[in-house]
C-alpha cells in the first residue's frame, strides 16, 4: 500500500448491518433483504441520510440457524426467508445507485452440517467428500483424538456412529470445520468468492479466518490457566497456522482482479501483531480490532489500545476500530451510558470517527440502541442460552427501532427477538426531527468527517501522555489539523496538553453541547459534562 494514496476503504465509514434485525418486508418477523431495500435511503442518498459508505451484510445463505447464518447449507444461495438472487442483485443495483457498497460474510471455515458436501463427507469413509472435513480416529487409549476444546463450549470433537470416526468443530457440532489441505475443497470455496463478486459484491468479512488451517498431524495444544477448558489451552495447533498466508494470497489474488474490493477480516485471538502479519498487498486490506468491545470506560485504556494498534499496524496496515457488534454481549451505549446514554454515544461517536482507520457502525448504535434484557426462556441463541446470564449475543442483536408504531416499524409481524420496550421514545423517526439527537449528532460527524482531510487521512496525535478525566488527540494532514477532545466524565474537566499545539488559531467545528464554550487557552482546554469536540485550526 503506497503511504499517501487514500483507497476508498481506508476513508469510508462501514455500517454493519445484522439483516435478520433491520427491516421485514413480508411480515415474518425477519428482516430481508427487500426490507434493506427499503431503508436504503436512510442510509445514503437523501437529505436526511446517515451518510454511511459501505454495508457489511451478516449471512443470509441457505441455513438451518443453529448460530443464526453462521452455519451454510448453500454457499451460493439466498435463504428463502431472506429473499432470493434476485432480490440480492437488486440491492446491488439499488446500494450502488446511491454510491453504497456492498460486503458480504464469506464463512469458510466450517459449513453447516447440513450442507450437503458434508452430508455426503459423513456418508461413508471411502467418500471423495470425507477428507473436505477433519475426520480422525480415537488416539490409542484416550478417549478424543486430541484435546482440542471448542470455543463454544465443551470437545470440539463429535463421533459419527455410522463410520466410526470424530469429525472437528471448533464452534457448535452443527458447525463442522472445512479442511483446507483439501485442494478441491479449497478450489470450491474461491468458485464461491468470484460467484458473489461475478453478482457485483464490493468485497467480503471474513469470519474467523485464522482458523482455517489446523496443524497437520493435530497435537494436543499446552495446558494454561483459564476458566473454561478452551480458556485452558495455548491454541497454538488450532489457530494461526503458517498455511494461512499462502491460502490468504490466492485469495488476494482473485479479489485483485476485480479493482476495488476490499477484504477485512474477523480473527481469533486479536492480537495487534499478529493482525500485521495478516494485512498487506499480498493479505488482506484489513483486519478488525475488536477490543474497543472489552474496553472499560476509562480514556486511558482506549489511548493505550489505540497506540498499540498503531504502532503493530505502522504506515503499511490500516486500523480498523468497532465498539459493538452482533457477538457482544452488549451494545456499547448499555456499556458505557449508564445514566447518561446519550451523552456518552455521543462521546463514544466521537471517538470511533475521528480515529486514524475505518470505522464499522453497529446497526442502531447511531440512535443510541440499547441492549434488551431478555430472559433464558427468550434466548434463540444456543451459544446465548448456555452462557446465560454471562454472556447473552441475542440481547444486542433485537429489531431496528424505526418509528414509535408497533414492532418499532420493523414488522407488521412478530419479531423474532423482543423489540426494546422503550422504542417508542427511541427511534430514528423521532431522532431525526430532533435537531439534539444522537442520531443528528451522528449525521453532524459523518458530514464533518467528509468535509476534513485531516479527519480521513491525517496522523494520530496524542495530546496527553497518560489521560485520566478525557481523550484529546490531534489528527493532521499536513498543515490541515483537527483537535479532539472528549470528557469521558459526567463532570466539567480542565485537559491539559503536554505538548505545544501546531497552531495558534483553532475554530470549533462540532460541540456534542448545543451551548459549548470550549475553547483552547495555551496547552489547556475546558470541557463541559462528557462533551466532545472537534476544532479545525483556523487559517
Ligand atoms: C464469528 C461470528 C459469530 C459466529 C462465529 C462462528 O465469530 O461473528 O457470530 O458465531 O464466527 O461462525
Redesign the pocket.
Known amino acids: 500500500m503506497e503511504k499517501d494514496a487514500f483507497l476508498w476503504w481506508q476513508e469510508a465509514v462501514f455500517y454493519h448491518i445484522y439483516l435478520r434485525s433491520f427491516m421485514d418486508s413480508n411480515d415474518d418477523g425477519l428482516g430481508d433483504i427487500c426490507g434493506l431495500i427499503s431503508r436504503l435511503d436512510y442510509l445514503k442518498g437523501s437529505p436526511d441520510s446517515l451518510g454511511i459508505d459501505a454495508i457489511w451484510l451478516s449471512p443470509f445463505h441457505p441455513s438451518p440457524d443453529n448460530?443464526?447464518g453462521?452455519?451454510v447449507a448453500d454457499y451460493c444461495d439466498i435463504d428463502p426467508r431472506f429473499g432470493t438472487l434476485t432480490d440480492f442483485d437488486h440491492l446491488i443495483h439499488e446500494a450502488h445507485k446511491r454510491d453504497i457498497r456492498i460486503m458480504i460474510d464469506l464463512?469458510f471455515?466450517?459449513s453447516s452440517n447440513q450442507h450437503p458436501w458434508f452430508k455426503e463427507s459423513r456418508s461413508s469413509k471411502d467418500n471423495p467428500k470425507r477428507d473436505w472435513y477433519i475426520w480422525r480416529d480415537a488416539r490409542l487409549g484416550k478417549r478424543w483424538p486430541n484435546n482440542w476444546e471448542s470455543i463454544?463450549g465443551g470437545k470440539a470433537w463429535e463421533w459419527n456412529k455410522a463410520t466410526q470416526q470424530f469429525f472437528y468443530h471448533m464452534?457448535l457440532k452443527e458447525?463442522p470445520d472445512l479442511n483446507w489441505r483439501n485442494k478441491k475443497a479449497q478450489e470450491e470455496l474461491m468458485q464461491t468468492v468470484r460467484f458473489w463478486l461475478d453478482r457485483g459484491v464490493d468485497g467480503f468479512r471474513l469470519?474467523?479466518f485464522n482458523l482455517w488451517f489446523k496443524h497437520q498431524d493435530l497435537p494436543d495444544n499446552p495446558p494454561r490457566i483459564g476458566l473454561r477448558g478452551y480458556d485452558r489451552q495455548h491454541h497454538i495447533y488450532d489457530i494461526d497456522q503458517p498455511e494461512m498466508v499462502e491460502a490468504l494470497a490466492g485469495f488476494r489474488n482473485i479479489l485483485n482482479s476485480y479493482p476495488g474490493s476490499v477484504s477485512i477480516g474477523?480473527f481469533?485471538g486479536n492480537k495487534p501483531k499478529i493482525a500485521a502479519l495478516y494485512c498487506s498487498e499480498q493479505q488482506l486490506h484489513m483486519v478488525f480490532n475488536f477490543d474497543f468491545t472489552g474496553c472499560p470506560w476509562n480514556p486511558k485504556v482506549f489511548q493505550e489500545n489505540i497506540l498499540e494498534w498503531e504502532l503493530a499496524l505502522g504506515d503499511f496496515c490500516w486500523p480498523c476500530y468497532v465498539l459493538s457488534?452482533?457477538?457482544g454481549p452488549r451494545r456499547h451505549v448499555s456499556r458505557y451510558g449508564k445514566r447518561h446514554p446519550d451523552q456518552v454515544a455521543k462521546v463514544a461517536a466521537t471517538m470511533l470517527l475521528t480515529l486514524r482507520g475505518t470505522p464499522f457502525l453497529y446497526y442502531g448504535e447511531e440512535i443510541g440502541m440499547l441492549n434488551v434484557p431478555l430472559r433464558r426462556g427468550q434466548l434463540v441463541d444456543p451459544?446465548s442460552r448456555r452462557y446465560y446470564p454471562f454472556h447473552s449475543?441475542d440481547q444486542g442483536r433485537t429489531p431496528m427501532q424505526w418509528d414509535a408504531t408497533q414492532h418499532a416499524g420493523f414488522s407488521t409481524g412478530n419479531p423474532w427477538l423482543p423489540i426494546h420496550p422503550k422504542y417508542e421514545s427511541r427511534n430514528v423517526k423521532s431522532q431525526l426531527s430532533d435537531p439534539h439527537s444522537v442520531l443528528s449528532f451522528y449525521r453532524s460527524l459523518l458530514q464533518l468527517r467528509r468535509e476534513c482531510d485531516a479527519l480521513r487521512q491525517g496522523q494520530f496525535v496524542p495530546l496527553q501522555s497518560s489521560p485520566k478525566l478525557g481523550l484529546a488527540y490531534l489528527r493532521s494532514e499536513g498543515d490541515n489539523h483537527a483537535l479532539v477532545a472528549l470528557n469521558f466524565k459526567g463532570k466539567p474537566i480542565r485537559i491539559q496538553f503536554d505538548c505545544a499545539l501546531p497552531h495558534d488559531s483553532w475554530k470549533l467545528a462540532i460541540s456534542s453541547h448545543t451551548n459549548s464554550d470550549a475553547g483552547i487557552h495555551g496547552k489547556e482546554m475546558l470541557l463541559k459534562p462528557f462533551e466532545a469536540v472537534i476544532f479545525f485550526s483556523d487559517g
Do not use: A, G, K, S
Request: aromatic residues 22%; hydrophobic residues 35%; without cysteine.
Open positions: 448460530d443464526f453462521y452455519d464463512v471455515n466450517h463454544f464452534f458447525q469470519d474467523v474477523e481469533l457488534n452482533h457477538d451459544v449475543r
